[in-house]
């Protein structure tokens, strides 16, 4: 018996993602967000890129954002 698990071959930016998963955003991948200004980059392709407002990236590992609790976005 072996596992059936469908695995996608990798786009572009080289995410190779979870089949039906329809947008996919890594703070931790410079090709979703180099660590300045406010968009994020779709990594599966298909164009579902983001902006975020109230809030402040933290770069670690992992790096995140930083919610300010004032009407996030």
């Known amino acids: 018996m072996g596992l059936n698990k469908r695995i ?3 786009t572009a930016s080289g995410y190779a993602g979870e089949p ?3 947008a996919h955003l890594d703070f931790n ?3 979703s967000y180099g ?3 406010s968009t994020v980059t779709d990594l599966t392709g298909n164009g579902y890129d983001g902006t975020f407002t ?9 790096s ?3 919610f ?3 009407s996030n976005s």
């Open 29 to 31: 991948n410079a090709s």
């Open 20 to 22: 039906n998963t329809l």
């Open 64 to 66: 995140f954002l930083n």
């Open 54 to 62: 109230n809030s402040s990236f933290v770069s670690g590992s992992p």
């Open 8 to 10: 996608m071959p990798p």
């Open 68 to 70: 300010t609790g004032a």
């Open 35 to 37: 660590g300045s200004g």
